[in-house]
């Protein structure tokens, strides 16, 4: 699988739009864009994911750039419950990786009251 | 429709003995991932199973480690001769397909080894 680079960690505060950047230089032209999130003491779990197209979910927006070597992950307004890891990551979607996730260290994301 | 469930959610075990972490994946879902998490680090794939196979298990340490996920009942992933460097959280996560399908978390059984 491609691999992905996020930054370690960013902060926002509460009721502010977060942009996540995530940079994926090597995406191949199957490959899925997906976001993962990681409460504190918690399993992770899936936010959003996206292929060529900017996507929208009720949790988040996933904007991809045209050129697909970048993905920003959109919280339009952030709560404190969205205090978490955040992880990007790219998923073959011929299965070439058998379905398993490849977890970087992913962003960790403060918010301040 | 309940998630994907763990249990025990914590674990003690010396050195030694041997740790069975359960997982029941949602239901419909035939695809099961375990993942480790150690402590400060992030998630690790272990090993994917269908029901009754082992897809893929090149995540797994060569001794000690074992799943399966049975035709009838959990996954489960053993541990056998417990050290300390086990000491760990366990996720599973299962999925409808394995193409492109997003992956539910349980909450992770946390195992301690003294």
């Known amino acids: 699988d491609a691999k992905t680079t996020q930054p370690n960690s960013m902060e926002s505060n509460e009721e502010e739009p977060v942009h996540l950047p995530c940079n994926h230089s090597?995406?191949?032209?199957?490959?899925?864009i997906h976001w993962y999130r990681q409460l504190p003491s918690q399993g992770p779990e899936y936010v959003i994911h996206?292929?060529?197209s900017n996507v929208n979910n009720r949790m988040a927006s996933l904007a991809i750039a045209e050129d697909r070597k970048s993905s920003t992950l959109i919280l339009h307004r952030a709560t404190l419950r969205d205090a978490a890891v955040y992880y990007c990551?790219?998923?073959?979607?011929?299965?070439?990786?058998?379905?398993?996730?490849?977890f970087g260290k992913g962003t960790k994301l403060s918010v301040k009251p | 429709n309940a998630g994907v469930m763990q249990n025990p959610r914590h674990l003690v075990r010396r050195r030694g003995q041997e740790a069975r972490l359960r997982c029941s994946p949602m239901?419909?879902?035939?695809?099961v991932y375990w993942y480790r998490q150690l402590p400060e680090e992030g998630l690790k794939f272990m090993v994917y199973?269908?029901?009754?196979?082992?897809?893929?298990e090149s995540g797994m340490p060569k001794e000690r480690f074992s799943a399966e996920f049975p035709k009838e009942g959990p996954s489960i992933l053993r541990i056998q001769q417990v050290v300390r460097g086990d000491s760990a959280a366990y996720f599973c996560?299962?999925?409808?397909?394995?193409?492109?399908?997003?992956?539910?978390f349980g909450p992770g059984t946390r195992l301690t080894v003294l």
């Open positions: 996560a299962s999925s409808f397909s394995y193409i492109v399908d997003e992956q539910f």
């Open positions: 199973l269908q029901k009754e196979n082992i897809i893929d």
């Open positions: 239901k419909g879902h035939s695809h």
């Open positions: 996206g292929l060529t």
């Open positions: 090597t995406i191949s032209g199957t490959d899925y």
């Open positions: 990551i790219l998923r073959d979607r011929d299965g070439g990786s058998q379905g398993n996730l490849i």
